[in-house]
């Protein structure tokens, strides 16, 4: 398989060549840019595998970046953050970064994190290969086809990041059952650890696009002391 390809948008370059360096070591192809609006360019010209962002960026931010590629691509995003700002983690979260990580890391930790978002993804298009058929998932008015990665209500396609997609097959796919955060962490994230409001958001976000009324949410609900459920229509 040809090396996966790493967008590194990061403008310390102290921090850029560390990180590449290790990506690189990893067997991965990295293509570095320091400047928000080069992130963009650069996310369309070379369709990356996964995109690893820093949130202060010179051009535009790394909201920005993440809320222009997100309009076009369908690529998982680590976020970059600055140590305790809990805030910006969330808002990381809200645009559609999957996962994100707090500086000062370890740039073993963030290729740890890189290698387990692309091996989900692989996952995910082995076992739909090995199916043999499209396989689609309904719900009511939801429909969610998993060989395409495409998930529909009332026939009009639904926004969702590819963690937010894959969280959705995983509740679907074991209705009636209440999951833990860290049990959602574990299973949809590949985690072992972590910090749960990342599952928070992620739940926040996905009854947005599934919930007729995200506020009185009926489908995707809160079980009281032990996280969420999926209740089938």
Request: proline share 5%; aromatic share 6%.
């Amino acid at each position: 398989m040809a090396d996966q390809r790493v967008l590194l948008v990061e403008d310390d370059p102290t921090v850029a060549d560390v990180v590449t360096q290790y990506l690189q070591r990893s067997g991965f192809d990295v293509t570095h840019v320091d400047d928000g609006l080069d992130a963009v360019s650069a996310a369309g010209a070379i369709d990356p595998d996964l995109l690893v962002l820093d949130l202060m960026l010179p051009g535009i931010d790394g909201l920005e970046v993440c809320r222009r590629v997100r309009r076009s691509h369908d690529v998982p995003i680590i976020m970059l953050t600055a140590l305790g700002a809990e805030s910006d983690r969330v808002l990381g979260l809200e645009v559609g970064a999957d996962d994100y990580l707090t500086k000062p890391f370890s740039p073993r930790e963030l290729v740890l994190r890189v290698q387990s978002v692309l091996r989900r993804s692989r996952a995910g298009e082995a076992a739909r290969a090995s199916d043999g058929s499209d396989r689609v998932l309904r719900d009511g008015d939801l429909a969610v086809d998993t060989a395409a990665r495409r998930a529909e209500r009332d026939g009009v396609e639904v926004s969702l990041t590819g963690r937010e997609f894959d969280l959705l097959v995983f509740l679907l796919t074991h209705p009636g059952q209440a999951f833990s955060r860290d049990d959602l962490l574990e299973q949809v994230w590949g985690w072992s650890f972590g910090d749960t409001s990342t599952v928070t958001v992620h739940v926040r976000r996905l009854r947005e696009n599934v919930e007729p009324d995200p506020g009185e949410p009926q489908r995707l609900v809160t079980v009281w002391g032990v996280g969420y459920r999926w209740d089938p229509s």
